[in-house]
């Protein structure tokens, strides 16, 4: 593996560890938002390494492409809830929308 690939590896781990730690430790719904963000970005330059370790490239690209695209959604409809439970609860604590279990 070449210098320059090692160190977007490690980048790769750093950027997932960060999100991790973020969504293990944060209450607000916004910055769990930012967490999940940060995970998804470290898998897709995951994928992306990936391919061209593999010699495929494109498969690697094309595969990140698609988590993109997923992540894009996810983030849209999860921004979107937040705004409700804000608008609604005046709250975006995770303890407090835990409440709201039926």
Do not use: H, P, W
């Not at 960060?18 to 969504?23: F, W």
């Not at 910055?31 to 494109?58: E, P, T, Y």
């Not at 921004?79 to 409440?99: C, E, F, H, M, P």
């Amino acid at each position: 593996m070449s210098s320059e690939l090692s160190i977007v590896v490690i980048g790769v781990f750093c950027l997932i560890g960060v999100g991790l730690y973020a969504l293990l430790t944060v209450r607000n719904l916004f910055q769990i938002i930012i967490a999940l963000q940060l995970l998804v970005k470290g898998a897709i330059i995951a994928l992306v390494v990936a391919g061209k370790m593999s010699g495929q490239i494109m498969l690697g690209q094309s595969l990140a492409m698609t988590v993109i695209v997923a992540d894009t959604i996810v983030a849209v409809i999860g921004l979107a809830l937040a705004v409700q439970a804000k608008r609604y609860l005046g709250t975006l604590d995770i303890k407090v929308l835990s409440s709201l279990k039926g």
